[in-house]
């Protein structure tokens, strides 16, 4: 009689399971020699047995129907089948005589009603351990979920603590992908250059490349990172570290939007032509989106220009492009009204550092407020379990309710661990909002245009571009340093710039004045494109009168309204210190009426 030897491992994992494999095969080459058994074959396979559908165990299974062997040796019964398919499969194919003989060196097998009686129940015992092993691990896994445990691998950013069996701070990755994350949510980083970032710090694959860019969309839209879970459709609260906060992982989705491209084809289009600006905003006409486009003439002169898709067919859009050098000046202009220089941010931070003191005695019942909030959340939890356990809403929908209620505990909780280390909840976002405001100083400063855009699109939303003017809805609180700010004293450059741009204006009042006729216009409106193009603007922005043939009532409105609007910011007599104290208290006002909705909040 010949004999097939089987040997399985239910590891798939290679460099785990080779060694008893290798281990079972000498076992039963030993049994075999010993027993005088021939073996024609030997079939090792690493894969579960606990449901059908192993390969080499059904190709050593077609080679028995064809006689090539008429027995099987294995280490026990439990390598041959641990599901009633393959093991009622065994069975059969002894009852019809394919298969003579089984031989084990752990369990005694006969061909007889009684011996194959035993083997079937030998055959339940493996399933009945499968399934009692499977219970046993949900029941552990439901376990560590209760307590915050995430049951996973460990994320980038996180290793496994053998001790606690729980994920706790990556000591070299940790704060690089919390860079990159928070990074990606204010617009300073593309998902190209998280790739190189995560690359550069030492994040690859096994085979030593830079992660793809599935691997990085997951990890922005992966909950674990600011404290939470999904278990099965379920959000659950994590007992780790958070890397980020709530709303820095909101802004990052935010930015994602519904359609994530895998290669950003805009951006890789602006960089080639060389445009300083991209996602400029919507045409204030039609509504549709701004879209770029580059020039080259045969001389080599490049023009680059913004316009309107023209995409609308119920509109007859009659928007005029514009050119980058003149759109340049205005974005600079708009991020002017809030760039606050170092000494005005220090003063800022002081200002802050002063309310936080004076407002330590009434933590206590912001605190009590918080677990109020707490504690109803958590009867509206079971509330929502008793309408789920009797039927009256279905899984999905109890999902959905739960996973709502669950993000906002974990921002109570935040705001209550921030409180409780002595940090005011309103004090993080502010001070991070003035950190904004001094880096496009900085920015303006450096005459950086790629990075003075970015500032804009983190300050201010809706843009809109009309009449090839831009403009922009400030969020809070930059537009209470909008108001404020624009009236501080500037650095002595940006001073004798705007005594230059006075003098051109003046230039052209006289002359229109003096009844200059067409010479007057031409010149006027030679000075206004100049204003238009100057590269630093701080005083109010004037009227944008390009292409038109401008009158002398043109310039004196013009020259009027730039004066009342610097009036009303700066009264007579006022200084730099007193006007830095009205913006700061009208901000402190506004962030004590919205002090619970700004904890966490990162601009």
């Not at 009945?128 to 049951?151: A, H, M, T, W």
């Not at 959000?235 to 895998?262: A, N, V, W, Y």
Request: positive net charge.
């Amino acid at each position: 009689m010949q004999y097939f030897i089987y040997c399985r491992k239910s590891s798939e994992e290679e460099d785990r399971q080779m060694l008893s494999i290798d281990a079972q095969l000498r076992e039963l080459r030993d049994y075999a020699t010993k027993n005088q058994l021939e073996v024609i074959e030997e079939f090792t396979e690493a894969m579960t047995a606990k449901a059908p559908g192993r390969r080499v165990f059904n190709e050593m299974l077609q080679e028995l129907k064809k006689g090539k062997a008429q027995g099987i040796i294995s280490w026990n019964p439990d390598r041959l089948a641990r599901n009633s398919k393959d093991g009622g499969e065994i069975i059969y194919l002894t009852d019809r005589g394919i298969i003579k003989d089984l031989k084990f060196p752990t369990y005694l097998y006969d061909d007889s009603p009684h011996g194959k009686f035993n083997l079937s129940l030998a055959f339940g015992f493996s399933k009945l351990f499968v399934d009692n092993l499977s219970l046993n691990v949900k029941r552990g896994l439901r376990e560590k979920i209760r307590r915050g445990e995430y049951p996973g691998l460990p994320p980038r950013g996180y290793v496994n603590d053998m001790k606690t069996r729980t994920i706790i701070a990556h000591n070299e990755f940790f704060e690089v992908v919390k860079s990159g994350l928070e990074s990606f949510a204010l617009g300073l980083v593309s998902v190209n250059d998280l790739r190189q970032k995560f690359f550069k710090a030492g994040m690859q694959t096994k085979a030593g490349n830079p992660l793809s860019h599935t691997t990085i969309r997951e990890m922005l839209t992966n909950p674990i990172y600011y404290g939470a879970f999904l278990w099965k459709g379920e959000l659950c609260k994590g007992s780790h570290k958070p890397m980020i906060s709530k709303e820095t992982f909101d802004k990052i989705q935010i930015r994602l939007g519904k359609k994530f491209r895998i290669i950003d084809a805009s951006e890789e289009r602006r960089l080639e032509k060389g445009f300083l600006f991209n996602e400029l905003g919507r045409c204030g006409e039609c509504g549709y989106g701004i879209t770029r486009e580059y020039h080259k003439k045969k001389s080599g002169l490049e023009f680059r220009y913004y316009k309107c898709t023209k995409k609308s067919k119920t509109c007859n859009c009659k928007q005029k492009a514009i050119n980058e050098k003149d759109l340049t000046p205005q974005i600079e202009d708009l991020v002017s009204q809030i760039a606050i220089d170092d000494e005005k941010y220090k003063l800022s931070i002081a200002k802050i550092q002063e309310w936080k003191k004076e407002e330590q005695g009434g933590l206590s019942e912001q605190i009590q407020e918080l677990e109020n909030k707490l504690e109803n959340n958590k009867i509206k939890l079971d509330k929502l379990l008793d309408l789920h356990l009797d039927g009256n809403i279905d899984s999905e929908i109890y999902k959905a309710k739960k996973n709502k209620v669950t993000e906002e505990n974990i921002e109570i909780q935040t705001k209550i661990d921030k409180i409780q280390n002595g940090t005011s909840i309103w004090v993080e976002p502010l001070t991070n909002a003035l950190k904004v405001c001094n880096q496009a100083h900085h920015r303006i400063v450096q005459r950086d245009f790629e990075q003075i855009f970015q500032s804009l699109k983190i300050i201010g939303s809706n843009r809109v571009l009309f009449d090839q003017v831009l403009n922009v809805q400030l969020a809070k609180p930059f537009c209470f340093l909008s108001k404020g700010y624009s009236g501080l004293s500037t650095s002595h450059k940006t001073n004798l710039q705007n005594k230059e741009l006075n003098t051109m204006l003046e230039s052209g009042v006289q002359l229109a004045e003096s009844g200059g006729g067409e010479a007057a216009n031409t010149f006027c409106k030679r000075q206004t494109l100049t204003l238009s193009s100057a590269l630093t603007v701080s005083q109010p922005r004037q009227p944008h009168l390009a292409g038109e043939a401008v009158s002398r009532s043109t310039w004196l409105s013009a020259q009027t309204e730039g004066k009342v609007a610097k009036g009303k910011v700066r009264a007579a007599g006022s200084s730099d210190s007193e006007l830095l104290s009205g913006v700061m208290s009208e901000w402190y006002r506004w962030s004590g009426s919205n002090r619970h909705s700004l904890a966490g909040t990162r601009f």
